[in-house]
Structure formats: structure tokens, C-alpha cells
């Protein structure tokens, strides 16, 4: 998959598909020049990012 096709995936911007990439967050492989990500990655990426619930208690007041 695309860096391209990951960040429509994700719902964000390529650059931050960079960014995720070169924190060590998400895995990616060069083939040549070309940066390609596993489809199987991206989705446990983002299953990792799945809101546990109370975990939003910050942003309301009872």
C-alpha cells in the first residue's frame, strides 16, 4: 500500500504518515525509492489508536 493510500485510510495527511513512519508507530518498507506499507500494519496501527472508554473523561465536566 501507498503512503497515499494509507493516509486516506487513516484520515490524515501523507506528511503525517511520515511522521508516524519515522517515529517507529507505524512500519513501512523502501522498495527502491519507493516507501510501501503492509495493509495488515495499518490496521493494527489503527486498531492501536481505538478509544478505551472513560479515557475522554478530561474533555467534560459532570
Known amino acids: 500500500m501507498s ?3 494509507a493516509a486516506l485510510r487513516l484520515g490524515v495527511a501523507t506528511k503525517t504518515v ?3 513512519i519515522d517515529r ?3 512500519s513501512a518498507y523502501r522498495i527502491g525509492r519507493v516507501i510501501r506499507l503492509k495493509e495488515a500494519d495499518v490496521e493494527a ?3 492501536s489508536c ?3 472508554p472513560g479515557s ?3 474533555l467534560h465536566r459532570d
Do not use: N, P, V
Request: no cysteine.
Open 18 to 20: 511520515y511522521r508516524f
Open 56 to 58: 475522554l473523561a478530561h
Open 24 to 26: 517507529g508507530e507505524l
Open 45 to 47: 496501527y489503527e486498531a
Open 3 to 5: 503512503t497515499e493510500d
Open 50 to 52: 481505538q478509544i478505551k
